[in-house]
């Protein structure tokens, strides 16, 4: 089942009506990652609703699948890294963002980045420790 959170900016676009898309590729029953077939029957629903999206994690192992669709679709993507208490499951997640962002950057699939932002606005977390991610 595809969730879907939208913003719209300006004027609509018959083509492509909303500004931007926020995905996860987690199931909602779950915090399972779906399956690669099922990522894509998201994309192909999202892509006619608009031509961004913003992933909020790589933990999933299909974001590779997301970042290669989008890039041979015309899409492009903000691309972001959770932060959380666990130093552990920190360390994994930016390994992975940055092993993504030196495979997917120079396509240009990738706009723009978020690392953390969600764990300081919202979880309260110390600016130092998001901080000392981008080194």
Known sequence: MLALLALTR?????????YGVAYSPFSTTALL?????????????VSRLSRR??????ACSNTRVVLQWCLQNSMSVMLGAWITGDNAK??????EFSALVREFGPTGVIESVAVG??????????????ADYLG
């Open 10 to 18: 300006g004027q609509v676009d018959p083509q492509s009506p909303l």
């Open 33 to 45: 990652c779906l399956e690669d077939s099922e990522v894509i029957r998201d994309l192909q629903v």
């Open 53 to 58: 999206i913003r992933l909020y994690s790589v």
């Open 90 to 95: 920190n360390e994994e997640e930016f390994v």
């Open 117 to 130: 932002n969600e764990a300081i606005s919202v979880h309260g977390s110390n600016l130092a420790i998001v």
